[in-house]
Nanobody, 123 residues
Framework: QVQLVESGGGSVQAGGSLTLSCAVS????????MGWFRQAPGKEREAVAA????????HYADSVKGRFTISQDNATKTVILQMNSLRPEDTAMYYC????????????????WGQGTQVTVSS
């Protein structure tokens, strides 16, 4: 059984930064990709970024390109989302997910999900 636990959310002013972490436990061999999604109140869940576990290939939503960076630490089995230049529209619950990422933007391609961590950006 795979477990994903997010941390690092919080409140920040526009222009600030936050670092989200996703601690991964269990057998993830069937999942070759880790992704971050977010969901704001009243909106659909959207893909933010993804990284393949076997190589450094990454994907980003257009809305976060140049501001967010996804990375992974295989030694600690942690996936990190570094968020810079935050905007009020980045406010959402952020979820870590593990899956096949084919395509990376499709939430149905992810088998395991964390509970989420809240990010609030004030103007």
């Amino acid at each position: 059984q795979v477990q994903l636990v997010e941390s690092g959310g919080g409140s920040v002013q526009a222009g600030g930064s936050l670092t989200l972490s996703c601690a991964v436990s269990g057998d993830t061999s069937e999942n070759n990709c880790m992704g971050w999604f977010r969901q704001a109140p009243g909106k659909e869940r959207e893909a933010v970024a993804a990284i393949y576990t076997g190589d450094p290939t990454t994907h980003y939503a257009d809305s976060v390109k140049g501001r967010f960076t996804i990375s992974q630490d295989n030694a600690t089995k942690t996936v990190i989302l570094q968020m810079n230049s935050l905007r009020p529209e980045d406010t959402a619950m952020y979820y870590c997910a593990a899956g096949s990422c084919w395509p990376w933007t499709d939430s149905s391609e992810y088998n395991y999900w964390g509970q989420g961590t809240q990010v609030t950006v004030s103007s």
